[in-house]
């Protein structure tokens, strides 16, 4: 992670997007999308697989969401992470959170090259949001 944000910098962008958001509620990508929402976030989710999510319309990729996010969490495998990755370069995304499973050194190199300030190597972002109820 770059030194010029924070984990909790992370919780004061707006908007969110999960990108591996799933239909299945015991998984990450949904849990993570569910407990954001509930939070009080303004949460997209993202997976080309889905029509809808939770109620919400899914998107298939961070470029199709109606406005463009400042953070993303990445709950995806790796080889996965490295496409978005490319994709998220080029767009107007200051942070993107890559949870425990989905990170690649590559990947962190082609966010940060292009200015992004990423969060990997550390707990899930469930971790630091549950902190912050407290």
């Given at each position: 992670m770059t030194d010029t944000m924070s984990?909790?910098?992370?919780?004061a962008?707006?908007?969110l997007a999960v990108v591996g958001v799933s239909e299945d509620v015991a998984k990450y990508g949904r849990?993570?999308?569910?407990?954001?929402?509930?939070?009080?976030f303004?949460?997209?989710p993202v997976n080309p697989k889905?029509?809808?999510v939770a109620g919400d319309k899914c998107y298939p990729s961070v470029s199709d969401l109606p406005v463009q996010p400042e953070g993303v969490v990445l709950v995806v495998p790796p080889l996965t992470t490295r496409r978005i990755a490319g994709e998220?370069?080029?767009?107007?995304?200051?942070?993107v959170w890559m949870q425990?499973?989905?990170?690649?050194p590559v990947a962190v190199e082609t966010l940060?090259?292009?200015g992004k300030t990423v969060i990997h190597g550390g707990p899930c972002v469930l971790v630091y949001l549950a902190r912050r109820k407290r």
């Open positions: 984990e909790e910098d992370f919780f962008l707006r908007p849990i993570i999308y569910d407990r954001l929402k509930a939070a009080g303004e949460v997209y889905l029509d809808t998220l370069a080029g767009l107007p995304v200051r942070m425990p499973g989905a990170e690649l940060e090259a292009a």
